[in-house]
């Protein structure tokens, strides 16, 4: 490949735009939300028409998200590399399916790995492993050192996150935390908890309304 | 304006536990309210910061090469000519002896088609697996690229990669590119951990000229990890020999904490 073919190549990637610089002295990169949405959208864009880059590029944003994701619920490293590798393949086909219109590429990303690691657990028929896992601990400890958020948001924003989920009153956080990580349909729900099923739902629907509240305007 | 029966299927929908029937009627009621889909998407905030709150785990670093191969453009398979199911489909038996031996020699040119195939597809296949192979010097070869464009000068430059001294984020990985005629340079990394606000990263030249690394500053990454930078020293740097990053208090000190040495390369 020739000098000048590289070169229009390497323009594709943004970490190396060649943006005129004002002054030599330390000029970072402003952390911008609106920045990354709509590089990832770009990028799920981009990866739908073949761009492997692309790919590459959106693998290295999300895949410790969910990873994460894929090991809490399967509680299983090995699994959880399965999954993140299924989840993966199913982007490079389907990322024409994304719509930004209907949430974040990171919000996404970790729903499809969500539900992999939720097919999964089905397919192996260990949910009763699982709800007694989710049961016995919450999916989201009231301490935790580090979490995934802080790969998207940094350290303080991730606090904030964190602090925003474990003040929700614990039934509307028991019930949504059920529902994201255990696999339980909202029967199960229900039974699990012995509250009936319409409670559940309003339940469900109060806390992520709060939690929407809270973090909208911070993330 | 939605009703507080289809904000509780959006929510249900966001954690994903509609039923398999419940999913498809609020996907069809969906596509046809952009209301709803506006709900949807503010709910899907908190849906993705709950995913995010549990423990971070990283994935192994050898699974990001085994799925970027596994994505690799789709091998053009080569489809052999059909055969005829038989002799008596397209030759009557009563075709004289010389035709038959025709048809013979057809089955060896056959044959020697489908080797030819074979060795084909074999090679493609090593050409795959060595395109594969070559996609990680190909990124530090971007990186160098790059190099050459922002400066627009060969001569004279100083390129190093930086490898991460963190046992527990072996992805950080940075570039130092020198320009010792117009004492600056360019830095870029990735996938370093951000800092608390009262900690920087510090940027140090290595030059035998001086007993000491030179600071070449201080910096922070975004939330990716992720930072370009363009950097001057204090002191005349003759030949920088390496870089080096370290960890430190905010503001950066005059000579490095070695023990909280990040990145280091040359």
Redesign the interface.
């Known amino acids: 490949m020739s000098?000048c073919a590289?070169?229009v190549?390497?323009r594709a990637?943004p970490?190396?735009d060649?943006r005129p610089?004002g002054n030599?002295?330390?000029?970072?990169?402003?952390?911008n939300e609106l920045e990354?949405q709509d590089r990832d959208t770009e990028l799920l864009r981009l990866i739908a028409g073949?761009d492997?880059l692309a790919?590459?590029e959106f693998?290295?944003?999300h895949?410790?998200?969910m990873?994460?994701?894929a090991?809490?619920i399967l509680n299983d490293?090995g699994e959880?590399?399965d999954v993140?590798?299924e989840t993966?393949?199913q982007i490079?086909e389907k990322a024409a399916k994304f719509d930004p219109?209907?949430?974040?590429a990171?919000?996404?990303a970790?729903?499809l790995a969500?539900?992999r690691a939720?097919d999964r657990i089905r397919a192996s028929q260990r949910r009763s492993r699982l709800a007694e896992a989710a049961g016995a601990a919450h999916?989201?400890?009231a301490e935790?050192?580090?979490?995934?958020?802080?790969?998207?948001?940094?350290?303080?924003k991730?606090k904030f996150?964190?602090s925003?989920?474990v003040e929700l009153p614990e039934e509307q956080r028991q019930a949504?935390?059920l529902?994201?990580?255990s696999g339980?349909?909202?029967d199960e729900?229900s039974k699990k908890l012995n509250t009936p099923l319409g409670t559940i739902?309003?339940r469900?629907?109060r806390g992520?309304?709060k939690?929407?509240d809270q973090?909208?305007g911070v993330? | 304006m939605i009703d507080e029966r289809m904000e509780e299927q959006a929510a249900l929908h966001v954690l994903g536990v509609l039923s398999d029937t419940e999913a498809y009627e609020f996907k069809k009621a969906m596509k046809a309210d952009p209301e709803l889909q506006a709900c949807v998407a503010r709910l899907s905030v908190a849906t993705g910061a709950l995913a995010g709150s549990v423990p971070i785990a990283e994935p192994p670093l050898r699974l990001r090469a085994k799925i970027l191969a596994q994505v690799a453009p789709v091998q053009k398979t080569i489809s052999l000519p059909e055969r005829k199911s038989g002799f008596s489909l397209w030759l009557p038996w009563s075709l004289t002896t010389g035709l038959a031996l025709l048809c013979v020699l057809f089955f060896a040119q056959d044959s020697r088609l489908r080797q030819t195939i074979s060795e084909q597809e074999k090679q493609i296949n090593n050409l795959n697996s060595l395109a594969q192979s070559l996609s990680a010097a190909t990124n530090n070869l971007q990186q160098t690229v790059l190099a050459l464009q922002e400066t627009n000068q060969i001569g004279n430059l100083r390129i190093a990669m930086l490898n991460s001294m963190l046992t527990d984020l072996p992805k950080a990985v940075a570039v130092g590119l020198w320009d010792k005629d117009q004492q600056r340079g360019v830095f870029v990394v990735q996938n370093l951990r951000p800092l608390p606000a009262d900690r920087d990263y510090q940027l140090w030249v290595i030059d035998p000229k001086y007993p000491t690394p030179v600071s070449a500053g201080v910096f922070q990454v975004d939330v990716q990890g992720n930072v370009r930078i363009q950097f001057k020293t204090d002191k005349l740097i003759e030949s920088a020999n390496r870089f080096a990053v370290t960890e430190e208090p905010k503001g950066g000190l005059p000579t490095p904490t070695l023990k909280n040495l990040v990145l280091i390369g040359g």
């Open positions: 000098l590289q070169t190549f390497v990637l970490i190396f060649a610089a030599f002295l330390f000029l970072t990169k402003p952390v990354a073949g492997r790919f590459a693998y290295d944003r895949s410790t998200l990873f994460s994701v090991a809490k490293a959880a590399e993140l590798q993966f393949v490079w219109k209907l949430g974040k990171a919000s996404w970790a729903i969500r539900n939720i999916a989201i400890a935790v050192s580090e979490s995934a958020n802080e790969t998207l948001y940094g350290h303080d991730a996150v964190h925003a989920i949504i935390e529902a994201y990580f339980l349909t909202q729900i739902k309003a469900i629907r992520l309304l939690l929407r973090l909208e993330l």
